[in-house]
């Protein structure tokens, strides 16, 4: 993380330690001046100097995130992250593509997937033995994460570095019961070691009559790609035109159109209990 000159470079204070220097510099990615000053102004002690640092960096960064708070992000990612009977979505959205792609902004979304799965969950409702608990842009940006530290505060710190408008569009949590099983699945598909990322992303509770095969996962992709509005029954009535079947049990499988959703999972011995699907962009997209 390369910072810009933003503090005011006065007479040395303190005879600095090059080893020291040098220490500071690759633990925190900030300027040579920076790292001398701060170690000026704090005797050599690198701890004090670093929490100085970042104290900066942070106050640059909610500066420069009130200036470009008013930019459109209609890029960005979808990150998932599954673990046991739990998984976790959220949306993080960012101006450009060239910047959905940046290491910096991976990174972030992995990194604001993992403290929403560990720190999200209080706004709860429960359907089917399943706990979902689903949390808005400001929930997101106000939820601590240790250190007294909020996702607010890492958005703002990404920002001050990167130099693009970002926001935590949107989050969900899925709980499950011991028979029920979640599948998550991102596209165009990326993997974070146990954590997915992609423009769009789904999980999907599935209950299963035996162990869940590959067919799980085309169900996802299924999902991902022709956007049903609910599960439904068979007895729902179905749509004139078939492309335009937003209900999923009647849509022709994206890997099968022979057959529908209801026919594979008769076949197969699934039954989808819910699923939720995110399309990065698509929540400012719908607010215009």
Known sequence: MRQSCWLHLGPPRWAVSKSLLAALRKRTGFSISNCKKALEMHENDVEKAESWLQEQA?????EKATKLSGRKTAQGLVGIHIEGQSGAMVEVNCETDFVARNEKFTSLVSEVTRDFFVHGGTQATQTLGI???SFSEEQLKTLPVGDGKTLGDKLALAIGSIGENMNLARATRLTTQADTQLVG???????DEDLKLGRYGVIVAFKASGPLTEVAKQLCVHIIGMNPKTIGMESDPKAENPDEEKVLVHQEFLSDPEVTVS?????EGLNIVDFVRYEA???QDKAE
């Open 58 to 62: 942070q106050a640059q960064g909610w």
């Open 131 to 133: 706990v979902k608990e």
């Open 185 to 191: 699945y991102c596209h165009p598909s990326t993997v």
């Open 263 to 267: 026919e594979v999972l008769h076949r």
């Open 281 to 283: 962009g698509e929540t």
